[in-house]
C-alpha cells in the first residue's frame, strides 16, 4: 500500500499562457502514514489529490498507486483501479439523501465491483469502525455536519483502498469535531495500512499527521 507521485507538473490553460498549479512534486506516501498537505488557497492542494487520485492527468511526472504506474493507462483502466485502490473523501461528503448510513456504503461497494453478499456486513463494520454503528438507519438529514463527515470517510473506505484521499474533512466543522475527525483518519490509517494525504487548511491538525509537506503560495 503506498502512492508515489515523481517530478509532476501539472498546468492549466490561463489566457494565452498556462498556469502552473504543481511544479514538479514529489511526495512519496507509504502504507500507515498520514500525509498532511498545507499550504494557502490556490497552491495546488486540491490539484495535488485529483493528480493523486488518477482525476486529472498531469503534464509530466508519474503517479504510482499501489505500485501500479498509471501513465498511459486508458480511462476503463483508471477507471478499474481508483475503485479499488483509491479512496477519496471529498470536502463535501455528497451523501445521497434518499439513503440511510449503511445504504451509502453498500451503494459504493457496489460501484467498487464487490458482491452484494456481505456488503451490508462490512459497512456495519466500517461505520462501527468510525464511531457511528448506532446511526446506520439514519438518513443524512438526521445527521450532524461531523457524522456527515465519519459517513464519508467510512465510504471511502469501503473497498478498502491502498490509498486514502481526504479534502478538508474539517472546513465544515468546529475545532473541537474537527480534531476528533482528523484523530480518526490518523487512527484508521495507522490500523488499515492506507497510505493516507490530508488536505486542509488548519495547521491545528498538523501533529496528528506523520509528514507535513508546505506548499507555497
Ligand atoms: N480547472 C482549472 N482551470 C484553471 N485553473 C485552475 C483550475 N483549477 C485550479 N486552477 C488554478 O490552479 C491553482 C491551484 O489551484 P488548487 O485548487 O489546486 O489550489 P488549492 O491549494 O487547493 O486552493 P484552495 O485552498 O483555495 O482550495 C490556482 O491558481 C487555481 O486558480
Known amino acids: 500500500m503506498s502512492l508515489e507521485l515523481n517530478d509532476v507538473t501539472l498546468t492549466y490553460p490561463d489566457g494565452d499562457t498556462r498556469l502552473t498549479a504543481l511544479d ?9 502514514c498520514l500525509t498532511a498537505v498545507v499550504g494557502p488557497s490556490g497552491s495546488g ?9 488518477t482525476l486529472i492527468t498531469p503534464d509530466t511526472g508519474t503517479v504510482t498507486v ?9 480511462r476503463g483502466a483508471l477507471t478499474e483501479l481508483r475503485g ?6 471529498f470536502q463535501h461528503p455528497h451523501l445521497l439523501p434518499s439513503l440511510t448510513a449503511v445504504e451509502q ?8 465491483g464487490r458482491a452484494a453478499r456481505g456488503a451490508r456486513g462490512r459497512a456495519m463494520e466500517l461505520l462501527d469502525a468510525v464511531g457511528l454503528a448506532d446511526l446506520a438507519g439514519r438518513r443524512p438529514h438526521r445527521l450532524s455536519g461531523g457524522q456527515r463527515q465519519r459517513v464519508n470517510l467510512a465510504r471511502a473506505l469501503t473497498n478498502d483502498p491502498a490509498v486514502l484521499l481526504v ?10 469535531r474537527g480534531a476528533a475527525v482528523v484523530e480518526l483518519i490518523a487512527r484508521l490509517t495507522r490500523e488499515r495500512g492506507t497510505a493516507t494525504v490530508l488536505v486542509t487548511h488548519d495547521r491545528a491538525h ?9 506548499f507555497a503560495g
Open 24 to 32: 514538479r512534486v514529489d511526495l512519496s506516501v507509504p502504507g500507515g
Open 45 to 53: 492542494k486540491s490539484s495535488l489529490l485529483a493528480v493523486a487520485a
Open 66 to 74: 499501489d505500485g501500479v504506474r498509471t501513465t498511459g493507462m486508458g
Open 84 to 89: 479499488r485502490r483509491i479512496g477519496i473523501a
Open 105 to 112: 456504503l453498500q451503494v459504493m461497494a457496489g460501484l467498487g
Open 167 to 176: 479534502d478538508e474533512p474539517t472546513s465544515a466543522l468546529d475545532h473541537e
Open 206 to 214: 498538523l501533529p496528528a499527521a506523520d509528514r507535513v509537506v508546505e
